[in-house]
C-alpha cells in the first residue's frame, strides 16, 4: 500500500531527511544549525585573517551560513560548551520553519517493540516506562484486531499544555510538546488531561541517577530523568536538531513508522528511507488522526490496518507481558 | 443584620451572665492537655509518613500513571467542600435576615478557617516536587485551573479568617477582666487581638460595615472556590469528569458536608462546654432542616449527573458508569447515595430525628459518605482511559491506597481537628456581645 507517491522521493525541492541528503540540503534544512555556525564562522574568520600570514599553520574547512567554504586555522577552533542554559533556550524555541508530523502504518506493525526500547534506552526510562507503547486495539467485536503504536500525538490544540499551572509543558513552533522538568512541579493536571494517556511520572528515583549526574539537562531529550516530575514522548527533538530520525522511527525493522515536515509535506520512512509526500500518503491509504472528535488536533497520523503484511498473533497477555 | 448596635447592653446585667457561662471553658484544662496529647503524637506519626514520601518519592502511595490522581485529591476536594459552610451560615442566612444562626455563625466561620487552612497544605502533599511550590506564583500561567484555584483559596481563607476574627473582637474586650481562671498569656494575647476596642457605638458601626462588606465578598468568593475546584476535573475530556454541571454540583455537595460538620462541632461543644442555654434543640432542628434542604439540592444534581448519561450509554460513559453501578465501586457508590444522601433525607424529614444525639450520628454518616464521595468522583474515571491499559505491571492498572497514604491524609484530618480544638478552646465560640445584644432587645421589648 505504500508503493505509491515514490515521486516524492525524487522532487529536489522537497528533500527529507535520508542519508543521501547533501550537505547543502542538511544545512538549509536546519536554519538554526547554520546560525551557529554563522556565529561562529564570524568569530574564528578574524582569527583566520591573522593567521593567514602564519606559514605552516594548520587549516580546517569550515561551511559558513551562506555557503561558503572557508579555511580556519586549527588553534583559533574553541570547544563550546553547552550549558543548561543554552540547551533551555534552544529547546524552548524549536527548530524554526518545521511543522513536524508522524505517520504510523498499522499495516506493517507485528510488534516488534523495537521502538519501545531503543526509545526507553535514549530516554533512560526502564521496560514499562513509556514514551511510546504499542497498544492492542480491537474497535468492536466483529473487526479485526490489530497492534496500534502510541507515542504522544504532539496535538496542535494540547489540554496538557492548557491546564499546566507553571508553563513546564509547553508548544513549541515546530508543533513539538516538550516537558520541562526543572519546571515541573509534579502536580500530574496534564496526566489526568491527556486522553492518548501519553504521559508518564516519575513516581520514583528514575533509572539511571548515577551515571547521569553532573549531564546538563537537556530538554530536548528529558535526560536526565527526575524523580516527581512528568515525561513524555518528545519526537527526539534532540535527533531533529541534528538532523536525524527519532530513535524509534530509526529502529523500526518494519517500516511502520514515517517522519517528517508539513511544512515540506514530506516524509521518510524510518526502515527503508523512502521519502514520500505527506498528503499523498494519507490520501491514497486514508490516513486518520487518533479520537478527532476531541479537538485535540494530533500531529500523528494512522494508516489503517488494511493488507496487513502479517498474520495478527496477539500476545496471550498484554498485560502480563512485562 | 442590624446596621447599628444599641451599646445599651453593656450595661445590661444578663452580659454577665452570658460571659460568664461562654467563657467558663475557655482555657487550658487537663482534657484539654489529654486530648491534644493524642493529637500532637498521632501527627507526629503522619508528619513521619509524610518524610517518607518526600525521600522515597510518591512511589509510596498506591498512585501510578493511570490513576494518578487519588486520596489527596479526594481530600482536597473534601476540605474544600467542608470549608464552604462557612459561608452558606454566616452569610448567605444571615444575611437574609435568620436570627437562629447567630450562636453558630462562628462554629461555621472556624469551620471554615480550619478546612480552608490545611486544604492548600493537602494539595501540597499530592505534588511530585513540593519543594517547587513557589514556581506556581514564579512562572503561573493564567490558563490553568489550579492558578485560578490557588487564587480563590487563598483569598477565601483571607476573608473566612477576618469574618472569624473582626466579630471577635468586642468579645476579647468584653472578656478582658472575666478572664481570671485563665493562664496570663492567654489574657496578654487578648489584650493584643482585643486592638483597644473601647465599645464605642462609632467602633460598632464600622464593624458593622466592614463585616457586610465581607459577608457579601464571601458569596462570589465561596462560589468561586468550588466551581473552580471542580473544573479541575471538568476540563478534561474523560468520561465522568467531561460535565457541565459540574460546578453547581460540587457546591450543593458542599453545603451537605459543611452543613454535617457544623452539627458534629456543635453538639461537641455543647455537650463539653454545657452551653445548652445558647446551642439549644432548636438550632440542632434548624440545622436539620437545612441539611435536609441541601441535600434535597445535592440529591437532585447527583440525578441530573448521573441519569443523563445513562439513559444514553455513550461508550466510554457507559463503562464508568458499569462501574459506579453494578461493578467494582457498586458497594461504595450505593452507600454513599442510599445512607449518605436518601436516608438522611428521609430520617431529617421527621421532627424526632432532628434531636441532637440523632443529629450527630446522621451527621457522622453523612460526613463520611461525603469524603467517599469525593473518592467516588475522583477515582474511577481514571480507571478507564480512552486508550487500553496495556503492558504495565497489573499493581499499576488499579488503584490500591497504601498506608503511607492513609496516614498523611489521616495527618490532614488530625490538622484540621487540632486547629478547631485550639479556637473553640481559647476563644470565645459563641459571640457574647451578639448574644447579650440579642437579649437586651428581647427584654427592652418584652418590658414596653
Known amino acids: 500500500m505504500s508503493q505509491n507517491s515514490k515521486d516524492a522521493s525524487h522532487d529536489h525541492d522537497h528533500p527529507g531527511h535520508d542519508s543521501t541528503n547533501s550537505r547543502r540540503d542538511f544545512f538549509k534544512n536546519f536554519g538554526l544549525f547554520g546560525a551557529v555556525a554563522a556565529a561562529g564562522g564570524a568569530a574564528v574568520y578574524t582569527g583566520y585573517k591573522y593567521e593567514e600570514t602564519k606559514p605552516g599553520a594548520n587549516f580546517v574547512r569550515v561551511l559558513t551560513a551562506d555557503n561558503r567554504i572557508i579555511e580556519v586555522p586549527k588553534e583559533g577552533f574553541k570547544d563550546i560548551k553547552v550549558d543548561l542554559n543554552q540547551l533551555q533556550k534552544q529547546g524552548r524555541e524549536g527548530l524554526k520553519g518545521h511543522r513536524f508530523v508522524m505517520v504510523i502504518d498499522l499495516a506493517k506493525c507485528r510488534n516488534a517493540r523495537k521502538c519501545i526500547t531503543a526509545c526507553q534506552g535514549a530516554h533512560h526510562l526502564r521496560p514499562h516506562e513509556y514514551h511510546i507503547n504499542t497498544l492492542v486495539m480491537q474497535e468492536s467485536e466483529n473487526t479485526a484486531p490489530y497492534f496500534m503504536p502510541k507515542p504522544c500525538q504532539h496535538c496542535d490544540n494540547p489540554p496538557c499544555v492548557a491546564v499546566c499551572p507553571v508553563d513546564a509543558t509547553f508548544k513549541r513552533q515546530d508543533g513539538i510538546v516538550l516537558i520541562d522538568n526543572e519546571r515541573c512541579i509534579g502536580c500530574r493536571f496534564c496526566i489526568a488531561a491527556c486522553p492518548y494517556s501519553a504521559r508518564l511520572f516519575h513516581w520514583e528515583e528514575p533509572l539511571v541517577v548515577e551515571a547521569d549526574k553532573g549531564t546538563p539537562y537537556n530538554i530536548e531529550l528529558n535526560v536526565p530523568q527526575r524523580k516527581g516530575t512528568i515525561s513524555k514522548c518528545l519526537f527526539s527533538s534532540d535527533r531533529l536538531r541534528e538532523g536525524k530520525l527519532p530513535y524509534c522511527v530509526s529502529a523500526c525493522p518494519n517500516g511502520v513508522y514515517y517522519f517528517g515536515d508539513e511544512n515540506q509535506d514530506s516524509v521518510t520512512n524510518g526502515t527503508t528511507k523512502e521519502t514520500f509526500r505527506l498528503s499523498e500518503l494519507l490520501k491514497v491509504n486514508a490516513g486518520y488522526q487518533l479520537m478527532p472528535e476531541l479537538g485535540t488536533k494530533p500531529r500523528v497520523y494512522y494508516l489503517p490496518a488494511k493488507n496487513r503484511l502479517f498474520e495478527f498473533k496477539e500476545d496471550k497477555d498484554p498485560v502480563q507481558s512485562i | ?448
Open chain 2, 1 to 448: 443584620m442590624a446596621s447599628e448596635v444599641n451599646t445599651d447592653f453593656l450595661q445590661d446585667k444578663k452580659l454577665d451572665s452570658i460571659a460568664a457561662d461562654i467563657l467558663r471553658p475557655v482555657g487550658i484544662t487537663q482534657g484539654f492537655v489529654v486530648w491534644m496529647g493524642f493529637l500532637g503524637v498521632s501527627l507526629m506519626g503522619c508528619i513521619y509518613a509524610y518524610y517518607i514520601q518526600w525521600d522515597k518519592g510518591l512511589i509510596v502511595t498506591g498512585l501510578r500513571d493511570y490513576i494518578s490522581w487519588g486520596m489527596y485529591i479526594a481530600n482536597f476536594v473534601f476540605f474544600v467542600a467542608t470549608s464552604l459552610v462557612g459561608m452558606l451560615i454566616s452569610s448567605v442566612l444571615g444575611l437574609i435576615g435568620f436570627k437562629w444562626v447567630k450562636p453558630i455563625a462562628r462554629i461555621a466561620e472556624i469551620i471554615a478557617v480550619a478546612f480552608a487552612a490545611v486544604a492548600g497544605l493537602v494539595i501540597v502533599s499530592d505534588m511530585g516536587r513540593p519543594e517547587r511550590l513557589a514556581n506556581v506564583i514564579l512562572h503561573g500561567r493564567i490558563q490553568s485551573p489550579i492558578i485560578w484555584d490557588v487564587t480563590v483559596v487563598t483569598t477565601y481563607l483571607t476573608i473566612s479568617i477576618l469574618l472569624y476574627f473582626l466579630p471577635l473582637i468586642p468579645d476579647l474586650a468584653i472578656s478582658k477582666g472575666r478572664m481570671n481562671h485563665t493562664p496570663k498569656w492567654l489574657q496578654n494575647m487578648y489584650e493584643v487581638l482585643s486592638v483597644k476596642w473601647q465599645h464605642t457605638p462609632e467602633q460598632y458601626r464600622l464593624l458593622l460595615k466592614a463585616i457586610r462588606i465581607l459577608l457579601i465578598l464571601i458569596i462570589p468568593t465561596a462560589f468561586a472556590i468550588h466551581t473552580v475546584t471542580s473544573w479541575l476535573f471538568a476540563v478534561t475530556l474523560r468520561p465522568g469528569w467531561d460535565s457541565t454541571i459540574f460546578g453547581p454540583y460540587f457546591l450543593a455537595g458542599a453545603f451537605v458536608a459543611g452543613s454535617a460538620a457544623v452539627v458534629i462541632v456543635m453538639y461537641f461543644i455543647r455537650s463539653n462546654y454545657k452551653l445548652d442555654k445558647y446551642l439549644t434543640n432548636h438550632h440542632f432542628d434548624m440545622m436539620g432542616k437545612l441539611l435536609v434542604l441541601v441535600s434535597i439540592v445535592y440529591l437532585y444534581f447527583n440525578i441530573n449527573e448521573y441519569l443523563v448519561p445513562s439513559y444514553k450509554m455513550k461508550t466510554a460513559e457507559a463503562i464508568h458508569l458499569h462501574d459506579l453501578f453494578v461493578g467494582e465501586y457498586a458497594l461504595m457508590f450505593w452507600s454513599v447515595q442510599l445512607l449518605g444522601l436518601v436516608l438522611p433525607i428521609i430520617l431529617l424529614l421527621f421532627s424526632f430525628f432532628r434531636k441532637p444525639f440523632s443529629m450527630l450520628v446522621i451527621s457522622i454518616v453523612v460526613l463520611i459518605a461525603a469524603w467517599f464521595k469525593r473518592f467516588l468522583i475522583v477515582v474511577p474515571t481514571q480507571d478507564h482511559p480512552f486508550l487500553p491499559m496495556q503492558y504495565v505491571p497489573k499493581a499499576w492498572m488499579v488503584y490500591q491506597p497504601t498506608i503511607i497514604e492513609t496516614a498523611i491524609t489521616v495527618g490532614t484530618l488530625l490538622l484540621v481537628i487540632i486547629i478547631i480544638t485550639i479556637l473553640v478552646k481559647f476563644f470565645p465560640v459563641i459571640p457574647i456581645w451578639e448574644m447579650a445584644e440579642e437579649q437586651h432587645e428581647l427584654d427592652h421589648k418584652s418590658q414596653k
